[in-house]
């Protein structure tokens, strides 16, 4: 199929845009700075860039070049490949793991949504009265939804990258705002050093585990999102260029999130622990202390909502272009019928935050709740381990001399030294690393 009949992006910087809307979202200002807050500060960021630059960008040419080389959703890339054995069950992999994320993503999304409004009128809910409003919580999932649903409705150009454009650019000023006041509180200089001064000894198995599936989760890698954007490139874009000025956008959003709220939370006493509360609690006393507090915040929270709405759409749009490229749907059907499927397995994570019992302290996995199990499975192992089985299809069954020749398309200087050294990470460093963190994960190596 050509790419004028799937849709293509209007300009280069629409691409790069809608490539950073996916990538920047809750992952950025949400799950980085709980994950960090969690796993000890400093030393789990200094190990989070380091995932990034090591894995995810080569993995994120490698994903962007094989959209673009086949023009087709992730199970279709594959095939265009591959067409008979094992490998399209990668590409079912990844289908499934967007939705699944989805799922969960859109619980944080519509939290985000109400907090818009809870800022604007001042309501004085707490986080606990709010995430164990099942009502409330419904209402919000579904209105999120089916402004996901909407906008890939729009197709390529009129929803995706339109949004992306207009949005993505404000977020960062309201940070520094957010920042300036967060610095000026007293104590907030405990929390720099908590978040600029590593402590080494708090890294474990599970902390490399996390940060690396952070470092694929906030750049939407390892489930073949970037695949999909990348089928809808031009032959002559330059991956490379797109591909850095988004990861480098991205570690930027979240560098600023981590200094919006970690010198916020020592300074009011608050232990940077409390898990995917943490921006939902600190973020609105903040906003009620601060002079503007209330259009900040209010400002903040619509963001935010807008940067969870570009990167949900991605999420969405994996399995959808997987049902219109390879199950012949049409593109409104396939957006209803994964929307559907998604709501149906955003319930028990909505209940996970105190409304039910059970999906809150899921007795089969160790107490933590559903959500918790959802987002451990598929935030930080799904992603890396499609990540390091699309390395291997990559180097290994497409071989790197086609992945080049894709590559240096939109960028002839790339057939140097670069993809020399992008060759070795991404056939050697890439899997063996991976697998070693999965193998340090669970304990089966020790350091
Ligand atoms: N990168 C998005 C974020 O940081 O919010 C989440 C995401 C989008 C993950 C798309 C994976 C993906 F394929």
């Keep these: 199929m050509s790419t004028d009949t799937r849709g293509s992006w209007g300009s280069r910087f629409g691409f790069v845009l809608a490539a950073a809307g996916s990538a920047v979202g809750l992952g950025h200002i949400w799950r980085f700075p709980y994950v960090t807050g969690e796993n000890g500060g400093a030393a789990f960021v200094i190990l989070y860039i380091l995932c990034v630059f090591m894995i995810g960008v080569p993995i994120l040419f490698a994903e962007l070049s094989l959209g673009r080389h086949s023009h087709k959703n992730p199970v279709g890339a594959i095939k265009a490949i591959a067409p008979t054995g094992v490998w399209k069950y990668l590409g079912y992999l990844g289908v499934a793991t967007g939705l699944f994320i989805l799922s969960y993503y859109t619980l944080i999304a519509g939290w985000t949504f109400g907090y818009i409004f809870k800022t604007l009128f001042q309501n004085p809910i707490t986080f606990t009265e709010f995430s164990t409003n099942a009502p409330l919580n419904a209402f919000l999932y579904i209105i999120f939804l089916l402004m996901s649903i909407g906008v890939v409705y729009g197709g390529v150009q009129g929803g995706i990258e339109r949004w992306s454009k207009i949005l993505m ?260 460093i890439c899997p063996i690393v991976i697998f070693g963190v999965f193998l340090y994960s669970t304990g089966i190596i020790s350091l």
């Design 169 to 428: 650019p404000i977020l960062p000023v309201i940070l520094l705002f957010i920042i300036i006041y967060s610095l000026t509180l007293e104590g907030a200089m405990e929390g720099v050093r908590f978040y600029l001064r590593p402590d080494f000894s708090v890294i474990t198995g599970e902390t490399v585990m996390i940060a690396l599936g952070q470092a694929f989760f906030a750049n939407s890698l390892g489930m073949g999102a970037m695949i999909t954007y990348g089928s809808y490139l031009n032959k002559n874009e330059n991956i490379i260029a797109a591909g850095t000025i988004v990861v480098i956008f991205g570690i930027f959003i979240s560098f600023l999130a981590g200094f919006a709220i970690f010198p916020a939370v020592f300074a009011m006493g608050q232990s940077p622990a409390a898990g995917p509360e943490l921006v939902f609690v600190i973020l609105p006393t903040i906003f009620e202390l601060m002079p503007g507090g209330i259009l900040i915040g209010t400002l903040f929270f619509l963001l935010l909502a807008i940067a969870a709405l570009t990167s949900a759409i991605s999420l969405l749009e994996v399995p959808v272009s997987f049902l219109i490229d390879e199950r012949k749907m049409r593109r409104k059907v396939a957006t209803w019928l994964v929307g559907g499927i998604t709501l149906l397995f955003g319930i028990p994570s909505a209940l996970s935050f105190g409304a039910s019992d059970f999906f809150s302290n899921l007795p089969f996995w160790s107490g933590q709740s559903f959500f918790g199990m959802m987002d451990y499975i598929f935030g930080s192992i799904a992603l890396p381990l499609g990540g390091m089985l699309f390395s291997i299809f990559v180097a290994w069954r497409w071989g790197l001399i086609g992945a080049n020749k894709e590559i240096s398309l939109g960028n002839a200087s790339f057939l140097g030294i670069q993809s020399t050294v992008w060759g070795v990470i991404i056939k050697y």
